[in-house]
């Protein structure tokens, strides 16, 4: 796992599977860890992490969305409270059990062994849009949807960070997940665009952070790309960069959910 202060208050983590990116974020005397890495001994490092930056141990977990390779904190830090959107905590209501029956899933993959099993325990419920108190400070949530039927985006506004869940890709599509469509997608884009235009770092879910012009452009991207697959279905091209075996599986799910 690789890890960069973006900013004095911001560190972000990258799993070496998927490139997933977590943020622990510092206000005054509380942190809070966003999203997760993946394997076990990158979760297990975590709380040397937050010691060796001088920072508490989090005081919450947030999550973007409830895809399970982001609701992993309570594995590092148990009995810490997970706080999300409504519509995610809608979605785990919907679906109780989603999130543990993925990672037994990918876990039995990998051959990944695990200490113990995924509990999420006291989840809160946050209003979106809205805001959430770190220390003295307030930290901005924005509805995100499209990716999945859930989600939001977090604006870290003292840093001009923007963490965007799974959006802003350079090594993944647009994934339209179950229940949304490339519509709700592109809606999620152009309700996310603003903040972008004003974040001076932009924090995916997976792959590289971006500037505010390397964003924009992989936001150009993928409008251009998610208004073909409406049209062509399976005829729209791929963005460059993207255009791998994997990325053409992914491609081909997302024809089934277009509209």
Same mark, same amino acid.
């Given at each position: 796992?690789?890890?960069?202060?973006?900013?004095?208050?911001?560190?972000?983590?990258?799993? $070496?599977?998927?490139?997933?990116?977590?943020?622990?974020?510092?206000?005054?005397?509380?942190? =809070?860890?966003?999203?997760?890495?993946?394997?076990? $001994?990158?979760?297990?490092?975590?709380?040397?992490?937050?010691?060796?930056?001088?920072?508490?141990?989090?005081?919450?977990?947030?999550?973007?969305? @409830?895809?399970?390779?982001?609701?992993?904190?309570?594995?590092?830090?148990?009995?810490?409270?997970?706080?999300? @959107?409504?519509?995610?905590?809608?979605?785990?209501?919907?679906?109780?059990?989603?999130?543990?029956?993925?990672? !037994?899933? =990918?876990?039995?993959?990998?051959?990944?062994?695990?200490?113990?099993?995924?509990?999420?325990?006291?989840?809160?419920?946050?209003?979106?849009?809205?805001?959430?108190?770190?220390?003295?400070?307030?930290?901005?949530?924005?509805?995100?949807?499209?990716?999945?039927?859930?989600?939001?985006?977090?604006?870290?506004?003292?840093?001009?960070?923007?963490?965007?869940?799974?959006?802003?890709?350079?090594?993944?599509?647009?994934?339209?997940?179950?229940?949304?469509? @490339?519509? @709700?997608?592109?809606?999620?884009?152009?309700?996310?665009?603003?903040?972008?235009? !004003?974040?001076?770092?932009?924090?995916?879910?997976?792959?590289? =952070?971006?500037?505010?012009?390397?964003?924009?452009?992989?936001?150009?991207?993928?409008?251009?790309?998610?208004?073909?697959?409406?049209?062509?279905?399976?005829?729209?091209?791929?963005?460059?960069?993207?255009?791998?075996?994997?990325?053409?599986?992914?491609?081909?799910?997302?024809?089934?959910?277009?509209?």
């Amino acid at each position: 796992m690789r890890a960069v202060s973006l900013h004095r208050d911001v560190i972000v983590a990258t799993s $070496a599977i998927w490139q997933t990116n977590c943020a622990i974020i510092r206000s005054g005397e509380e942190s =809070f860890l966003v999203d997760s890495p993946i394997l076990p $001994a990158e979760l297990e490092s975590l709380g040397a992490l937050v010691e060796q930056a001088g920072l508490s141990v989090p005081s919450g977990l947030l999550a973007t969305h @409830a895809d399970w390779d982001h609701l992993l904190g309570r594995l590092a830090f148990p009995g810490v409270t997970l706080g999300c @959107a409504e519509s995610t905590t809608d979605r785990m209501k919907a679906s109780p059990g989603e999130a543990q029956r993925e990672l !037994r899933k =990918f876990d039995e993959e990998y051959f990944i062994e695990r200490d113990r099993p995924l509990a999420l325990g006291a989840v809160q419920a946050l209003p979106v849009p809205g805001s959430c108190e770190i220390g003295e400070r307030e930290l901005e949530l924005h509805p995100a949807n499209g990716h999945t039927v859930d989600g939001m985006a977090i604006w870290i506004s003292w840093a001009g960070i923007l963490l965007l869940g799974d959006y802003l890709s350079m090594v993944e599509l647009p994934v339209i997940g179950a229940g949304s469509t @490339a519509t @709700a997608y592109l809606a999620a884009l152009e309700r996310l665009r603003p903040i972008v235009e !004003r974040a001076e770092h932009i924090v995916p879910g997976h792959g590289p =952070f971006l500037d505010g012009a390397q964003a924009l452009a992989v936001l150009a991207e993928d409008v251009v790309y998610l208004e073909a697959l409406r049209e062509l279905g399976g005829e729209a091209e791929l963005p460059r960069g993207r255009r791998t075996k994997a990325q053409r599986r992914i491609h081909a799910e997302n024809v089934t959910r277009r509209s």
